[in-house]
C-alpha cells in the first residue's frame, strides 16, 4: 500500500518538477536580509530564467530611495541588457520569469530611479552568475 501511494505521488508531482539549475543570488549590504535564487533551464537555443527573490525591501525604503528593480542579464563580455522590473509584494517577494540566448552570463538585479533605465545606474542588491554546460 505505501509503495502504492508513493507512486502515485511521484507521478502527481513528476510532470510539475522544473528541471534545470538553481543559482543562488548574492545580497548586498544595502540588503542584508534579501535572498534569491536563478532557476536556469534550456529550451533548444534559449535559456529560461526565473528570478525569485525574497525579504527584499521595497525600492522606496532604501536609502537612498528607488522606485523599481530591474533585473540584467550581462553576457560574458558585453554590456548588461535589462529584463525587466521585478516587483516586490506586501510580502517582499517578487518574481521574473525571462529568456536568454546567453550561456554564460551575470544576472543582477538594481535599484533604480525609473524603469525606463538603459543601463544600470543604481546599486547592486542582488547577482549571481550563470553558465549554461553544453
Do not use: C
Not at 19 to 25: I, L
Not at 29 to 48: I, L, Y
Not at 69 to 98: C, F, M, T
Amino acid at each position: 500500500m505505501k509503495s502504492l501511494l508513493f507512486l502515485a505521488l511521484f507521478l502527481f508531482i513528476w510532470p510539475f518538477s522544473s528541471g534545470g539549475t538553481t543559482y543562488h543570488m548574492s545580497a548586498s549590504s544595502m540588503v542584508p536580509a534579501a535572498s534569491g535564487t536563478v532557476q536556469a533551464k534550456t529550451d533548444h537555443h534559449n535559456v529560461n530564467l526565473d528570478v525569485k527573490v525574497s525579504n527584499l525591501a521595497k525600492p522606496a525604503n532604501l536609502v537612498p530611495p528607488a522606485t523599481v528593480y530591474l533585473v540584467w542579464v550581462r553576457p560574458e563580455g558585453e554590456s548588461p541588457i535589462k529584463q525587466g522590473a521585478i516587483h516586490i509584494n506586501d510580502d517582499l517577494n517578487g518574481e521574473l520569469k525571462v529568456v536568454t540566448t546567453s550561456k554564460n552570463f551575470e544576472v543582477m538585479i538594481t535599484a533604480e530611479k525609473s524603469v525606463t533605465a538603459t543601463e544600470p545606474t543604481g546599486p547592486d542588491v542582488l547577482r549571481t552568475h550563470v553558465k549554461i554546460q553544453d
